[in-house]
Structures are given as structure tokens and as C-alpha cells.
């Protein structure tokens, strides 16, 4: 007999909101998290240690573990302590370093993970994908979703202002990692998954049209709402590509070739402004709108890249992503063409500055 529908992987639980943290022992000891109470908890510098005294009793007798660096050599060591403590969940409190790190080593093995958010840089705290770095580079590595989701509200509000920015760069690069999918469609043959494009749309488009400002719980909400969507509209798609287009591409080159310069979100931002341009896409001054109003990079100089400098990371885009079909390898543009474009591009929208 034929499935009569297809099953969605979700988190159990997904609670956005102020005081979110001060009922995380309420959502561990339910059994679908901790059977056994055995929790291991993994912090980052920053909020995660503040955290742990307000998060009562459940998370005072788990063991504590510090994460100090996003990179492959962390999960693995973390892993291997979790391994020898017989937890059954691991709680991250974090940013996105801390939540990568943390969904790499429970998923070595098979520990449920529970991801607490204390910012909202990426779409990460909610996705089946870690981004950590190995031998100096950032890779993206697949891994299980979180088994429940926490945003408190409360922490968000607390964090810089560029880690917020960052998240709204990171939703509505969707738009564009969303036209690149339907432009491979058409050009390349490749297959949308409508549900998952309908989940990672509506995720951009709600915060590309929202009025608020990240003062605002209202707005925050929507972005908290819209990275947890998009991580899972990769999880129904089996892939990145909902949320993941030319934006990511270049953004990927910036992290190989000028590593430390901005973060992912920002980057993404920049790229994604730029491909939609590239692609002469309808949607590009809306998008442009809503980056200038909150602030978020929208030129090569606002993420400390010269324009050769950027030129370099348009043109190793598609390197970094292969068999990956975006605006970058429809146009295919030589080193004189991206050059000229990049030029053209910074003159177009730096004079709008
Ligand atoms: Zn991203």
C-alpha cells in the first residue's frame, strides 16, 4: 500500500518566547526528551554560562561541558565525553557555534539535542546541518534535527545587534536561494519540492514585509519563527537548497578565501543582493528595503571585502558547491565580466547609500 502522505521530521517541541528557558525542566523531564534524567548541557562563551543559574534544578545536577571553538576537532571531543557519561539528551545553550558543535557530536552518537538559542544569527539552531570548520576551513556537514527547540526571548533581546542582523540576512537570503531553485528548474532540470519552498518562502517573505525592528518581540518572534521554518524546510527537501543558493555560494568563497571577515549571515546578506541583482529578480528592492531599514550589509565594503576582493568570491562560488545550479553558473561569468559586474553593482547600490 502506497504512503497516503509524507511524514514530516520535526522537533517534539518548539517554544519561542520570553521566560522560554525557566521551563527547560519542564521540557527535559518530559519523557520524549530525557528518559532518565541523564542530561549532559554544552555552553559557549557568553550567555550559555548565565544561563545555567536560571534554568533550575534539572540543569544543575547535568554535567556541564564548555564549548570553546566551532570546529570539527570540538564535536568530536565532546562526542567522545558524551559517549563515556551514558547521557540520554544533550542540551546546547548557545549561538550558533555552540548549537553546530553541539548537533554534531550528539548526532555521532544518537543523542537527542536539545537546542536552546540565546541569539538568532543563522539557521542553524533548527536545521539537519552543522556548519564547523576542519583543517581551517568551514565545511557544512549533515546531521539529525534537534529533538526540541528553545528560543527564549528574553536572551535574544540581550544579544549584539550584528548576530540579529546576521538572522535577517540569513531568512531572506531564502528568497533568493528560493529563485535560483526555480531557475535550475527551468534551466537545468532540476525538481522544487513545493512544500519545502512554501515553508522557507513563507519564512522570507515574513520578514522581508514585517514593519517591526529587532526591538520588538512581535518581530523578533517572526524571525525566531522563520529560521526554525527554514532549517526545516531543508530537513523535508533532504537538502540545503531552500534555503541555500548564489548567496551561500559566495558567502562560502568569503569564508575560504578571506576567512574572519563578517559572519554568515551578513555575508549571505551581501549575496544575496548581489545575485538578485545578477538575476534582475522583481523581488530586488523589496529586498534591498528591508536590509537598509534594519541596517544589515548590503555592499562588499560593509563586510570588510574590497571589490576585487568580492569579485574573487563570485567567481570561486560555484567551486564551493558543485553540481549546485544558481544565477552564478547560468551566467558562467569570466574574471573581466564579474569584475564589471561587481563594479557596476557597488556603484548602483553605493550611490543609494
Ligand atoms: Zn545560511
Not at 59 to 81: F, M, P, Q, T, W
Not at 175 to 197: I, K, M, S
Not at 206 to 234: C, K, N
Not at 268 to 297: K, M, N, Q, T, Y
Request: net charge negative.
Amino acid at each position: 500500500m502506497p504512503l497516503l502522505a509524507r511524514m514530516v521530521p520535526s522537533p517534539v517541541s518548539v517554544e519561542i518566547r520570553r521566560g522560554a528557558v525557566a521551563a527547560l525542566g519542564d521540557l527535559l523531564a518530559d519523557s520524549r526528551v530525557s528518559r532518565l534524567g541523564r542530561v549532559a548541557v554544552a555552553v559557549g562563551r557568553g550567555y550559555g554560562e548565565k544561563i545555567i543559574p536560571a534554568v533550575g534544578p534539572v540543569l544543575e545536577k547535568a554535567d556541564i561541558y564548555r564549548v570553546d571553538e566551532g570546529s570539527v576537532d570540538a564535536a568530536l571531543s565532546l562526542g567522545d565525553a558524551l559517549r563515556a557519561g551514558g547521557y540520554d539528551a544533550l542540551v546546547g545553550i548557545g549561538g550558533g557555534r555552540t548549537l553546530d558543535v553541539g548537533k554534531y557530536a550528539a548526532g555521532m552518537i544518537g543523542l537527542p539535542f536539545v537546542s536552546v538559542a540565546t541569539t538568532l544569527t543563522h539557521d542553524g539552531l533548527a536545521s539537519p546541518v552543522a556548519s564547523l570548520e576542519h583543517n581551517g576551513r568551514k565545511h557544512s556537514y549533515g546531521v539529525a534535527l534537534p529533538l526540541a527547540v528553545v528560543i527564549d526571548l528574553d536572551y535574544v533581546r540581550q544579544s549584539p545587534r550584528s548576530q540579529l542582523l546576521g538572522g535577517i540576512g540569513d531568512v531572506v537570503s531564502n528568497l533568493n536561494a528560493l529563485a535560483d531553485w526555480r531557475l535550475a528548474q527551468v534551466e537545468h532540470g532540476d525538481q522544487v519540492d513545493g512544500l519545502a519552498a512554501a515553508m522557507a518562502q513563507t519564512a522570507g517573505e515574513a520578514i522581508l514585509h514585517h514593519p517591526g525592528t529587532p526591538e520588538d518581540d512581535d518581530f523578533l518572534t517572526s524571525l525566531a519563527q522563520g529560521l526554525v521554518l527554514s532549517g526545516l524546510a531543508m530537513s523535508v527537501a533532504g537538502t540545503s537548497r531552500p534555503c541555500s543558493g548564489s548567496c551561500h555560494e559566495i558567502c562560502h568563497a568569503i569564508d575560504q578565501n578571506f576567512p574572519g571577515r563578517s559572519t554568515h549571515g551578513l555575508q549571505v546578506a551581501v549575496g544575496a543582493l548581489f545575485s538578485s541583482w545578477l538575476r534582475e529578480d522583481p523581488a530586488i528592492g523589496a529586498l534591498d528595503a528591508c536590509l537598509r531599514r534594519h541596517g544589515v550589509p548590503r555592499l562588499p565594503a560593509d563586510i570588510g571585502l574590497t571589490t576585487e576582493e568580492f569579485t574573487r568570491a563570485v567567481l570561486d562560488g560555484p567551486g564551493t558547491r558543485p553540481g549546485r545550479f544558481t544565477v552564478l553558473e547560468h551566467l558562467d561569468l569570466g574574471p573581466d565580466a564579474a569584475r564589471e559586474r561587481v563594479e557596476e553593482f557597488v556603484t548602483l547600490f553605493g550611490a543609494q547609500a
